[in-house]
């Protein structure tokens, strides 16, 4: 069966070190997604790309974070420099084509657990 | 401001009883509304979509329904066994396009045997 593909699945950095996290959505999925999701708390949106264009990264801290999609396959989300508010778990997530009319799970990936010391 | 509130924290049942829970929401119009178990550790894993015009969406053992009046969902997992212990959460779509999905803060569910 195909996944949503994520690493690394653990990073331990000290703050201000740059870090970088990896997705491959599964394939013909053109919709992906960044989430946060904090101990305790719900997923909540950093970044969404529909093939290599960004369609909301409204609730993305950019002066610190950056995320890519260069050819609308995989995508690199980058935090530079860490502080210790990012540990969190870093979830990717992906959409099936034709998901506009409300038939649209998502599937996430096994996510990337961030520590900032 | 959006809000999406689950009952509680925490869930703790015996098992083979009935597990509810609850989600409410305000300052939302959601066209739909999804439910996900995450497992410690992992990424979410979708259950089950119902649509603002479904009253009640059935699969197995898991049942939702959808009141757009009192801006509520239950989610009820029937005969529940200690491998339902996960935290659910609930998610709103407001179906125009691919809008991401908006996550309450989840349930974490304890069936004890």
């Known amino acids: 069966e195909a996944e949503v593909a994520q690493s690394p699945r653990y990073k331990i950095t000290e703050k201000s070190q740059a870090v970088a996290f990896w997705c491959d959505p599964i394939s013909g999925h053109a919709t992906l997604y960044w989430y946060r999701q904090i101990l305790g708390q719900g997923p909540e949106l950093l970044v969404q790309?529909?093939?290599?264009?960004?369609?909301?990264d409204s609730q993305l801290p950019k002066d610190r974070f950056s995320a890519e999609r260069l050819k609308g396959v995989d995508s690199t989300l980058k935090i530079q420099p860490a502080e210790l508010g990012d540990s969190a778990m870093y979830l990717c997530?992906?959409?099936?084509?034709?998901?506009?009319?409300?038939?649209?799970?998502?599937?996430f990936g096994e996510g990337s657990r961030l520590t900032v010391l | 401001s959006q809000k999406i509130e689950q009952n509680s924290e925490a869930l703790n049942i015996q098992e083979g009883k009935t597990a509810t829970l609850t989600c409410n929401y305000t300052?939302?119009?959601?066209?739909?509304l999804q439910w996900y178990r995450q497992d410690p550790g992992r990424g979410p894993v979708f259950l089950l979509l119902?649509?603002?015009?479904?009253k009640e969406k059935r699969k197995e053992r898991l049942k939702v329904t959808f009141d757009t009046t009192l801006k509520q969902s239950l989610f009820h997992i029937t005969a529940s066994q200690p491998a339902d212990s996960a935290t659910y959460l609930c998610?709103?779509?407001?179906?125009?396009?691919?809008?991401?999905?908006?996550f309450g803060k989840g349930t974490r569910l304890s069936v004890i045997a």
């Open positions: 300052n939302y119009s959601p066209a739909y």
């Open positions: 998610a709103l779509d407001k179906g125009s396009g691919n809008t991401p999905l908006v």
């Open positions: 997530a992906s959409r099936p084509p034709g998901s506009g009319i409300g038939t649209g799970e998502l599937f």
């Open positions: 790309f529909q093939d290599e264009s960004v369609v909301d």
């Open positions: 119902i649509r603002e015009n479904e």
